[in-house]
């Protein structure tokens, strides 16, 4: 042990910038450098009298593998879409390997499918950039929580179904291979299932934000309508009516003490997933409220990366072709 000490002392004073009382490390990389691409423009709804442009922020692990790809959609009720919140969920799938999108959407004022629209948009646009940011397009998934979580699961049941394909990029696919929701919503009719009497009654007033997402609000001779003045319309929108065919792997998870979108939303659609044979996990974590702090916890975080990772494979290698695309940019 003296000998090594004296050896490494002894080296010490060749380093370049060495000078007595330095304190002299060594370094073995062990994880990429993440690039932040922030502001990027996915895609441009075009109207009458405004152009609005859609906005997602990129985290892309500075190597030459081929990555898959994950898009997160932020939960807001269907009023916002703040989509750069969940930071330490997007940097932990970041530091696992994957390219990790968070993307806006339309939201109420505008009314179904716009949001669905958005959402596939976002899709066909990292399809077609794959090679811009080094991911396998064969292997893009999507994470949403709240009502991001139903644009998830949205996506994850319409895979095959063009009707809801519109913008740029019609060229590129909009299906994924894997959807994770976090406290989501699948049935627009029963957000409140099980709960007290007064949240029922939020739920049938034409105000409330799932009524405004299918009905829109009251205007000129319109009233107004609750979510239950058209089932067959409201269902339309939502997840659980999409079941048929076959769907990419579910990671469904909620917790048991949710007061604001009933637990009963991710059992009913794990339930009629696993009844149809489709590859669905459903996790309840148990004394979890909506959003609140368990969901930021490491032990929930590295589920959903392990699973995304067992689901959607790791960074494919690639043989060096000169240098890695982006170490001169510093």
């Known amino acids: 042990m003296t000998l090594l000490s004296q050896a490494v002392l002894s080296a010490q004073p060749s380093l370049p910038g060495y000078t007595s009382g330095a304190e002299v490390i060594k ?10 691409l922030n502001g990027v423009v996915y895609s441009q709804i075009k109207q009458v009298r405004a152009v609005r442009q859609l906005h997602m922020s990129l985290l892309v ?60 948009a976002a899709v066909r646009y990292l399809r077609e950039h794959a090679q811009e940011y080094g991911i396998d397009p064969a292997r893009i998934g999507v994470l949403g929580d709240s009502a ?54 939020v739920h049938q007033s034409p105000a409330v934000t799932e009524a405004l997402l299918v009905n829109g609000p009251a205007f000129r001779n319109f009233a107004g309508a609750a979510i239950s003045a058209d089932p067959a319309k409201a269902l339309q929108a939502s997840p659980m009516g999409y079941l048929a065919g076959k769907k990419p ?5 909620h917790g048991s003490a949710d ?7 991710s059992e009913q659609l794990y339930t009629a997933l696993k009844k149809a ?34 689901t959607l494979g790791k960074p494919t290698p690639l043989k060096p072709q000169g240098k890695t695309p982006g170490n001169d940019q510093l």
């Open 27 to 36: 370094v073995a990389p062990e994880r990429a450098q993440i690039d932040a």
């Open 61 to 120: 692990p500075r190597t030459s593998a081929l990555k898959p790809a994950i898009i997160y959609f932020p939960g807001g009720g269907f009023i916002s879409a703040d989509y750069d919140k969940f930071i330490e969920m997007r940097m932990a799938l970041a530091e696992a390997g994957f390219v990790v999108a968070a993307a806006e959407y339309r939201v109420v004022p505008d009314t179904f499918p716009a949001p669905v629209i958005d959402g596939k």
């Open 148 to 201: 991001g979580g139903w644009m998830a699961q949205m996506l994850g049941v319409t895979g095959g179904d063009k009707v809801f394909d519109k913008g740029e990029y019609l060229n590129q696919s909009s299906q994924v291979q894997a959807a994770a929701t976090l406290y989501g919503i699948s049935d627009l009719r029963n957000i409140g299932a099980g709960f007290p009497a007064d949240v029922q009654k």
């Open 249 to 253: 792997p579910f990671l469904i998870m």
């Open 259 to 265: 007061t604001l979108v009933s637990p009963q939303q």
């Open 277 to 310: 044979g489709d590859p669905v996990q459903y996790v309840l974590v148990d004394g979890a409220e909506h959003g609140d702090i368990h969901w930021f916890q490491p032990v929930i975080i590295q589920k959903v990366v392990t699973w995304f990772s067992q």
